[in-house]
């Protein structure tokens, strides 16, 4: 990621993203999502999250919340990432990262859903802090447009925007609304 | 709101909602957010929560924050808000519910996009905990339909909903796509 100043950093996890990213993945039908963190510190403490939601208390306190963190894994990199992925889905993923930054050749959740309905699988990338280090952006296949609103504000939250682009996903998908 | 076993309580203040919830309404237009408790001693938080992001250090650090959260208003009462945004708008505003669970009569984001184009000024309720209490749903003049992704699955942070139906609301306003 990279902070404020636009140095590449790593940053913490918190908590509520893996919440609310798995809760909307889940509600619309997203395979899996990966937590990406070289940190082992944190890798522990995702996977102890983990295993309160899907198999301690918590699953047994909240059995809707454990059917969003079942989807959730950890990766200590990219590469690890598309890995599993390309495992599960018997084949490479196209990498869309995703930035708030207006950038020349951004794609439209409609081309997304093309893709998808080719049964191309899409690995969205969604950064924390002040969003995915540029090299992350460079690697991708494609980078999504950003969610713009009524003006030239766009500043929400990972998890806000992560939720916005999957409903867009939802009702743009083969080129028109699906409702 | 109710809890997950359907008492009518009064819920805590999340932090993270107010700062999410803030941000999809500067980004999406929305003239004011209303943070309804009874509790004095939440108010006071909420207050110095304010204070601190539109006045304070926050201000300085992240002034987008600060754009975002000076939406951010405080009440005792759906009563009280009613009356703020009746003084603001020069006229009451319809109340228009959102709940999760499926009911009949109710209306979409097309319906609540025609009425701003028509000048009503449309006040949403968003409920935290297990969601907004049946007398609340009932006092409303309308109830959004809910989110629904790609199956039976419905269990969405209030932020994340709050963000998808705002933004649904930009693009379906006047009943068609406005991107």
Do not use: K, V
């Given at each position: 990621m990279i902070n404020r100043r636009g140095e590449v950093i790593t940053s913490a996890v918190t908590n509520l993203?893996?919440?609310d990213i798995s809760r909307a993945a889940r509600t619309y039908g997203v395979r899996a999502v990966f937590c990406v963190t070289p940190l082992e510190d944190q890798q522990q403490l995702i996977g102890r999250l983990i295993e309160h939601w899907t198999e301690g208390y918590g699953a047994?306190?909240?059995?809707d919340r454990r059917e969003a963190l079942k989807l959730l894994r950890i990766a200590a990199s990219l590469t690890e990432t598309i890995a599993a992925v390309t495992a599960c889905e018997q084949q490479a993923p196209q990498m869309v990262a995703t930035?708030?930054?207006p950038q020349p050749g951004t794609i439209d959740c409609q081309k997304?859903?093309?893709r998808?309905?080719?049964g191309?699988?899409?690995l969205l990338l969604f950064g924390t802090a002040s969003?995915?280090?540029p090299e992350v952006i460079a690697a991708a296949d494609a980078v999504l447009e950003p969610v713009v609103g009524c003006g030239v504000y766009n500043h929400l939250s990972v998890r806000s925007a992560a939720a916005i682009?999957?409903?867009?996903?939802?009702?743009?998908?083969n080129g028109e609304l699906a409702q």
């Open positions: 993203d893996l919440h047994r306190f909240n059995p930035s708030a930054r997304i859903g093309q998808l309905a080719d191309i699988p899409q969003g995915l280090a682009i999957l409903d867009r996903l939802r009702f743009r998908r």
